[in-house]
């Protein structure tokens, strides 16, 4: 087999001391359009192009170009391959560009942008109604937001693709439109936030989101600004063909090339691309110019107009008849390939061809280079990563195994890695997959990024071979299967597209328990059922939502369908209090009262937990509402309690009494709550007693919200015994409840003690117990007023208490004499001597002896 040996491509730079080569990725003849009538943007990573018929230029449309006869944009694969056409009709088109996704930013005059998919599917967003109204001029598109150029020469940001709202940068404070401008993202930017450069008569400003800055140079304009893949370099053009390379803060000046001198230049030069972050390549209509660091050069030419594309590690160059692809050759494939070379990995992948062909000096060729053998194992499995042809990773990681057979300890994780992520590259390299992304920009795009890409283009096989391949979840891609599958069966809807529909979902469901997509989110899948339209493929949309094992994604679409009753169903069913109050809250600002409240009462037992959990919400948050359900549920008695706890709340005498009276109307409407209706009619009758005695005092004396008993007293206090009098004979009880009444009359005796003593009306308190006879005999009197310290004001009560606890009385009063006296009175000598026994003092003893001794 007659494979190029890897350096027949190399192109030496510096003297020999770099390479660079061009690697042919794909042959594409006739594949493309004329790229000088188109205007074309292309994707990094192995990404597609887009191309749009440049309206500015004159084209002869024949049979090949009919298709660009409108405003249409046409998106191929690296491989030339369609992949997508879409019409435009929403204005005249500014700019479009990719993000880092693979999705096409379209955006025009007004403002107005979208994102496309490489399905054709996308989301529109706005710049904003000034940017409507002062139009767009231009824009640049970068992978994580765009900058827009608006018709008074201000600048826009947006940032993410979210739809956010735009950000005005700094003021650049130019008064007519820049002869050539760029942008470097937030991520390659010191600041952290996107920078701007903006080439103005013979200078550059540079502009941020806080300032302007002139950067002061004379070598302008310039006619391309291109900032490096890792924004620190610059590559600007001036009008007459200088190349000056510069740092990004213009500090440095790294290189300047005439490029008018190079051999073939004629016309326009069309673009200035980096190269990797070491050299910058210039494209005219049929040439490349190659410059390096220190202005040596390499050249191709080429049979019509190319677009080349800037990547990490190099530049991609799509021809009329190939795509290409120019980097500096790594360091790794210079230290094996390069002529000459004594390195480590050199001798190790030369030793290996020595051992397939069984010659001994394999042997001598491992032990010089035993103590460096498994730095050459690493560079040869690197440099296998670097290559393209699938023959020349062969034989440089069979090189790689040889050598570690040699090495005691090795770990053979990364030669295991390379391994895979070969077979993977390879796998999506394939012309009909069209993706030619190397090795260095895979490790930065990462594995998940790359099957994203695949799934993308509907390329779901492959993408779940590589998942299942690369040990990573196949969740994302089983995902975008089914909504593919469900978008693609809108298009053959027929008589039989009920059968169809069950034949659908049952193979998604069938699809995901043979490959374990046990992770994948069936909310999701059955919300693009139900956002194409289609009515009966929506109803088996729930019956995917069935298999949706997450409440917190079943719930949501279901409310987004409408399914109002089934959401509350199922939110009650997961047990889940805050997702259950999610629909409550959703529901009651979407339905009319009535029909919320009937379909809650409508679940019966199966929805008691949210009738309930509404209750508590409404209790704590919104009384209104939960008034109006207990009216809605005829419930009576919770009217009641609802309008007691509102009254037990309220300051305003008006609306308390009106708050009781409901609650007394509430309790008297069922037969069942006689009693509690007339507590109810009582505390309304004792609420408006009371605030007419608020009147009577003008606001002096608070009476209002007071139990009977504190009325009472007040009243007594205040010297208001007639309203006390009234009080009391207004609420007195029916004489065939004795029981009860003398209950109140004692009660009333007791407040009116309390309140005498309270205000130290003797004379009245005196008046009081002899105006009847006291339903709670005159020993409370004592007891109350020697608990109160009045122990003088007591002893008078005492000799109307009962003779046989009138000598205990006295000796509470502290009058042991009369307590002695009453004793001979009634000739009980016994309780004499035990008073004499605790009298408290000596004085007292000798009169109890005296009056004991005259008893005999």
Request: aromatic share 10%.
């Amino acid at each position: 087999m007659d494979v190029e040996h890897p350096t027949t491509t190399w192109e030496a730079l510096q003297d020999g001391n770099v390479f660079y080569r061009k690697q042919q990725v794909y042959s594409i003849p006739g594949k493309l359009p004329h790229f000088g009538d188109f205007v074309v943007s292309g994707c990094r990573y192995g990404g597609p192009i887009a191309l749009m018929r440049d309206t500015s230029k004159v084209t002869v449309l024949g049979g090949g170009s009919t298709a660009f006869a409108k405003a249409q944009i046409q998106v191929y694969s690296a491989a030339g391959e369609g992949l997508l056409l879409f019409s435009w009709d929403q204005g005249k088109i500014v700019r479009f560009g990719w993000t880092g996704d693979e999705r096409l930013v379209v955006l025009n005059e007004e403002g107005t942008y979208r994102l496309y998919d490489l399905q054709g599917d996308y989301q529109q967003y706005s710049l904003g109604s000034d940017a409507a109204e002062l139009g767009v001029i231009d824009a640049r598109i970068h992978e994580n937001g765009l900058v827009a150029l608006t018709g008074s020469l201000s600048l826009l940001e947006v940032k993410g693709w979210e739809g956010g709202k735009p950000l005005t940068l700094a003021n650049p404070g130019i008064s007519q439109p820049p002869y050539s401008w760029t942008v470097i993202p937030p991520d390659l930017t010191v600041s952290r936030h996107v920078e701007v450069l903006l080439s103005v008569d013979s200078t550059v400003y540079s502009v941020d989101n806080l300032e302007s800055t002139d950067q002061r140079l004379s070598r302008g304009p310039f006619s391309h600004l291109a900032p490096s893949p890792n924004g620190k370099n610059l590559a600007l053009l001036t009008s007459s063909g200088a190349l000056w390379v510069v740092s990004s803060d213009f500090q440095r000046s790294l290189a300047d090339y005439d490029t008018t001198k190079a051999i073939g230049v004629s016309g326009q030069v069309r673009q200035v691309e980096w190269c990797g972050n070491d050299a910058v390549l210039v494209t005219w209509d049929t040439m490349a110019l190659l410059v390096g660091p220190f202005g040596d050069t390499l050249q191709w030419f080429y049979a019509g107009p190319t677009f080349v594309i800037t990547e990490s590690d190099g530049v991609r160059l799509m021809s009329p008849d190939t795509c290409e692809f120019l980097q500096k050759v790594p360091t790794s494939s210079v230290a094996v390939f390069r002529p000459g070379s004594t390195s480590p990995s050199a001798i190790l992948y030369d030793a290996w061809e020595q051992f397939i062909k069984r010659s001994p000096k394999a042997d001598e060729s491992i032990r010089s280079i035993r103590p460096e053998l498994a730095t050459a194992v690493n560079q040869c499995i690197d440099a296998a990563g670097m290559e393209w042809s699938p023959y020349w990773q062969r034989r440089l990681l069979n090189a790689a195994k040889f050598g570690k057979a040699f090495i005691d300890l090795y770990n053979s994780t990364d030669f295991v890695d390379m391994g895979q992520t070969l077979k993977v590259l390879n796998a999506v390299r394939f012309y009909e997959i069209g993706i030619p992304i190397t090795y260095t920009q895979y490790t930065q795009l990462s594995p998940a990024q790359l099957i994203a890409r695949l799934t993308s283009r509907n390329l779901h096989l492959l993408a779940l071979r590589i998942s299942s391949f690369l040990g990573l979840p196949s969740s994302a891609v089983l995902k975008h299967w089914a909504c593919a599958k469900i978008a693609r069966s809108k298009s053959t809807a027929t008589a039989d597209s009920e059968l169809e529909d069950d034949v659908v979902c049952r193979s998604i469901v069938e699809k995901f328990e043979k490959l374990g997509g046990a992770s994948v989110s069936y909310a999701e899948i059955a919300r693009k059922a139900w956002e194409i339209g289609r009515t009966d493929l929506a109803t088996k949309a729930s019956a995917l939502l069935d298999h949706e094992p997450r409440p917190s994604d079943q719930v949501p679409l279901l409310l987004s369908m409408k399914e109002d009753k089934l959401a509350l169903s199922k939110a009650v069913e997961s047990g889940d209090t805050d997702l259950v109050y999610h629909v409550l809250l959703h529901l009651q600002k979407r339905m009319a009262l009535g029909n919320f409240f009937r379909l809650i009462e409508e679940g019966g037992p199966n929805l008691a937990p949210a009738r309930n959990l509404l209750q508590v919400y409404a209790r704590e948050q919104n009384r209104d509402m939960l008034r109006d359900f207990y009216y809605s549920d005829d419930r009576r008695v919770e009217s009641a309690v609802l309008s007691l706890s509102e009254a037990a709340s309220m300051s305003d005498p008006t609306s308390k009494i009106s708050a009781v009276k409901a609650a007394q109307k509430f309790f008297s409407e069922d037969k069942e709550r006689t009693f509690e209706a007339k507590m109810m009619e009582e505390s309304a009758r004792l609420l408006t007693f009371q605030q007419q005695l608020e009147k009577e005092t003008d606001g002096k004396t608070s009476f209002f919200g007071q139990s009977i008993n504190e009325t009472l007293r007040t009243c007594l206090i205040n010297g208001m015994s007639k309203r006390a009098d009234k009080l009391k004979s207004d609420f007195k009880i029916p004489d065939k409840r004795r029981l009860i009444y003398v209950s109140m009359l004692e009660r009333f005796w007791y407040v009116k003690l309390y309140a005498l003593t309270e205000i130290h009306d003797w004379d009245g308190l005196d008046a009081f117990a002899r105006s009847k006879r006291s339903p709670i005999g005159y020993q409370a009197f004592v007891k109350h007023l020697v608990e109160k310290g009045y122990h003088k004001e007591a002893i008078p009560y005492v000799a109307r208490c009962d003779a046989n606890k009138r000598v205990d009385l006295y000796v509470l009063c502290g009058d042991w004499r009369q307590a002695g006296k009453e004793c001979k009175d009634r000739g009980d000598k016994a309780k004499l001597e035990e008073l004499r026994g605790k009298c408290p003092n000596s004085l007292i003893a000798r009169e109890l002896e005296t009056l004991a001794s005259s008893m005999k």
